[in-house]
């Protein structure tokens, strides 16, 4: 089949709602793949680009601060923080903490929308890291700024971004001036944010060195927690720079607005190259689809997508509309090819199995729920908000092996033992246990009490990609029928279940055998794959 962004004209049916989903939340509820099959391509799309819904409330103070030595009194349990200045270090560590717990939270009670996956795909691309940034109220503005602009412009959020007090920090930027220009985010900005490093990028060193200067002047004030322009630390002559950007002359100004002034100026210039286009395209097709680009996917899906984000003017929905509605997109071939990232497999589990957390105010009891997560994410190598650099997560841009760098002698037995914990014993804090109830989710099933129709709709929940028929029947002869051969066998012990759930002995017998066949199939090969 020959790649094409041509609209998608097959079935609509659970399989093609579970792919989308898949790739565009971080694990769907059986409810969702339901109400998506039911809807149809078009209405899907339409849900999952709508960031019309509030920004969800920031996160809270959960933690005791009264070890550190200006601990902030200020705030009370309960309350947010992100907008109070307290720079004690100590303070600073327990909010990033609250922060990353926070975010982990927003993951599990997400809607069936874009703005999560987008939030992280900008994060991964304009990456920082929170424990160099060190100011909390910082890194927690920064992932705002990256969260409200999940789903719009491209040259507006990379503008934002060249001026965030979080990317000053990491990137040097609030030392760039005049009489020492750091280049550190003009070479960033050119090589991994909007012209990247593919075969069409042709911006030079005297490039680099011409754009640390018109980014000279900015710096952070963290008492009012924002970025602010120093005129008097600017370079006010003319910078040009090289062919590649038609050697364009962006004039040096003088005065307060002389920041944003010559930032336009540059933005406008980097995004007026085509390459810059190309370039955003491939990392979003890596990001949804997959990793191989071939000459042929360049040439009938890349270079059509770059030409709707011109043509948009770098608003980034169209092209994800373009991508997510394509026949592309639902090739076969694609379909359970990406390996999960941590997130997707750990955050997509809890929500395909409906793991219930307390309800999303109650800080006290989630949050250190959810801050087992996070140490859970970090020990399988994705520390959400410290990847582990500027360039991101490997998984994500480095050839040859893309996805496969998740998976190691490391991560592999980590990733099947976080799986069993949370199948079968769950873990507990304070008083409250999170695990997987495997009968709850069965009962969603057309027919749980048929094994074959369970298992088939286990695995195609489950699983990116299915097992053979004879894997099945292996399956439901040593799991559901317990060694018997008939099916009647399992049928009883589920009719017996619901009917008289007190009967003890038969009710072990059902809760062990589908808790043993969730365990199994989160076992799989298959179940690291969307």
């Not at 980034?316 to 592309?328: D, G, Q, Y």
């Not at 914990?421 to 873990?427: D, H, S």
Request: with cysteine; hydrophobic share 40%.
């Amino acid at each position: 089949m020959i790649a094409t962004l041509t609209p998608y004209q097959g079935s609509w049916d659970q399989s093609t709602a579970r792919h989308l989903l898949k790739r565009t939340v971080f694990g769907a509820t059986k409810e969702q793949v339901d109400a998506f099959a039911a809807k149809g391509i078009s209405a899907c799309l339409d849900q999952l680009l709508d960031d019309s819904a509030p920004q969800p409330s920031p996160p809270v103070k959960e933690y005791n601060s009264s070890a550190a030595a200006s601990p902030d009194t200020l705030i009370a349990a309960g309350q947010t923080w992100v907008n109070d200045p307290n720079n004690d270090g100590t303070v600073a560590a327990l909010r990033r903490a609250s922060f990353k717990k926070w975010w982990v939270g927003r993951l599990i009670f997400q809607e069936a929308t874009l703005r999560e996956k987008m939030t992280l795909f900008w994060h991964n691309h304009f990456a920082t890291e929170s424990a160099d940034v060190g100011n909390a109220q910082y890194v927690y503005k920064h992932h705002q700024l990256l969260r409200s602009h999940a789903l719009g412009n491209i040259k507006a959020l990379t503008r934002s971004v060249s001026v965030d007090p979080a990317m000053l920090v990491y990137l040097n930027g609030q030392n760039n001036n005049r009489t020492a220009p750091d280049e550190n985010y003009s070479r960033e900005i050119q090589e991994l944010f909007v012209i990247g490093k593919g075969p069409g990028a042709g911006f030079t060193e005297a490039d680099v060195k011409a754009a640390a200067r018109v980014l000279t002047g900015w710096r952070n004030n963290a008492t009012k927690i924002e970025s602010f322009f120093d005129s008097t630390r600017h370079d006010t002559t003319n910078k040009e720079f090289s062919s590649f950007y038609g050697g364009k002359i962006i004039a040096g100004r003088t005065g307060p607005t002389a920041g944003d002034q010559e930032l336009d100026n540059l933005i406008t210039m980097l995004f007026s190259v085509e390459e810059a286009s190309l370039f955003l395209c491939r990392k979003l097709y890596r990001w949804f689809l997959y990793y191989e680009i071939t000459s042929e996917v360049e040439a009938s899906v890349i270079a059509p997508l770059a030409k709707i984000m011109r043509d948009n003017n770098f608003e980034v929905k169209p092209v994800l509309r373009a991508l997510l509605s394509s026949s592309h997109f639902y090739e076969t071939t694609y379909i359970g090819a990406q390996i999960k990232s941590p997130a997707d497999m750990l955050i997509g589990m809890l929500r395909e199995t409906d793991v219930q957390f307390a309800s999303a105010d109650a800080y006290a009891i989630n949050y250190p729920l959810w801050n087992q997560l996070v140490a859970y994410l970090t020990n399988m190598q994705q520390n959400l908000g410290d990847p582990p650099d500027v360039s991101g997560w490997k998984a994500f841009y480095q050839e040859p092996g893309f996805y496969e760098y998740w998976i190691n002698t490391d991560t592999l037995p980590k990733r099947i033992q976080y799986l069993d914990i949370l199948a079968t014993t769950g873990y507990t804090m304070n008083g409250f246990k999170v695990a997987v109830n495997g009968v709850n989710l069965v009962r969603k099933f057309s027919r749980p009490e048929n094994p074959n129709f369970l298992i088939d709709d286990l695995v195609n929940h489950l699983l990116g990609i299915g097992i053979t028929p004879a894997h099945k029947t292996q399956l439901k002869r040593d799991i559901l029928l317990a060694g018997q051969s008939e099916d009647y066998y399992w049928t009883n012990a589920w009719e017996t279940y619901v009917a008289t759930p007190s009967n003890a002995a038969n009710t072990k017998h059902v809760t062990t055998a589908i808790t043993s066949l969730v365990k199994y199939l989160m076992n799989l090969p298959e179940y690291q794959l969307m």
